[in-house]
């Protein structure tokens, strides 16, 4: 920048104050320079929080749906055929923790659907999962009639031979349970081993309703029996609906540690 110079070789008047201002504006400049030059800076909130894997969520409960259904099989047949009331009471209170978790899933279910984003593999499985619910939830109500009769005089009423009918109608119920748990769980659906038990099932109901017929039995003993006897009857028609309805193109994975 030159500078203006009076006679006595000072500034001249007036070039002080021009040169503050050339000084001045050449520092301003060059600030609008660097802020031109400086990359632009966003600003981006914090990223929210992962939610929980809903997904795994709902696997694990529904797991955990198969498993109450084929203890409380297991726990009213043996009620049953031992009289033990306190057994019976307590299977059918604890019916209630199957009906809350039939209510959660749906809400789970329903929440996922909705928040949206997801494959058209993960949808079929959803779909897959409500309509099992209402099964599983009917299953446990089942168990819970079976228990009912066994809070009642009904076990020390039932001759011996229908006994035997009962005890075996139960073991094949709860392992056609256990297979439909299994074949959710590993995802493999149609498993011919659980037709066959059916199959067994119908055959014990044919016969224990053909040895109530025989009439040895009072009325309403009767009518007890044959309820038993439908009741484990559509059990395993349930246990076979819900293998068959088990979606396979699904990855299930549980969420890493500490996640």
Do not use: K
Not at 167 to 181: H, K, L, Q, S
Not at 189 to 213: K, Q, S, T
């Amino acid at each position: 920048m030159r500078r203006v110079f009076g006679s006595n070789g000072r500034d001249a008047p007036g070039s002080r104050d021009a040169n503050s201002r050339n000084d001045s504006g050449g520092e301003e400049g060059a600030r609008h320079l660097n802020d031109a030059d400086a990359p632009a800076v966003a600003l981006v909130a914090p990223a929210a929080p992962e939610p929980p894997d809903v997904v795994w969520q709902i696997h694990r409960r529904m797991i955990q749906m198969f498993a109450i259904v084929e203890e409380a099989v297991a726990g009213a047949t043996h009620a049953l055929l031992t009289g033990d009331r306190e057994q019976a009471r307590a299977l059918v209170a604890n019916d209630v923790a199957l009906d809350e978790l039939y209510v959660e899933l749906q809400h789970l279910v329903h929440d996922r659907v909705v928040a949206g984003g997801i494959g058209p593999d993960e949808t079929t499985w959803l779909l897959s999962v409500l309509s099992m619910l209402p099964e599983l939830e009917r299953s446990g109500d089942l168990a819970e009639h079976v228990a009912q009769r066994a809070t009642r005089n009904l076990p020390a009423e039932i001759p011996a031979r229908m006994r035997g009918y009962i005890e075996r109608m139960g073991e094949v119920a709860c392992a056609m349970w256990r297979m439909a748990a299994d074949s959710y769980a590993e995802r493999v659906a149609g498993a011919e081993r659980i037709v066959l038990l059916d199959d067994e099932m119908d055959d014990l109901h044919v016969e224990f309703i053909a040895e109530i017929a025989e009439g040895s039995v009072p009325v309403p003993v009767a009518i007890e029996l044959a309820l038993l006897g439908r009741f484990y009857e559509r059990l395993g028609d349930h246990a076979v609906n819900l293998t068959r309805r088990v979606p396979l193109r699904v990855d299930i994975r549980a969420p890493a540690a500490g996640a």
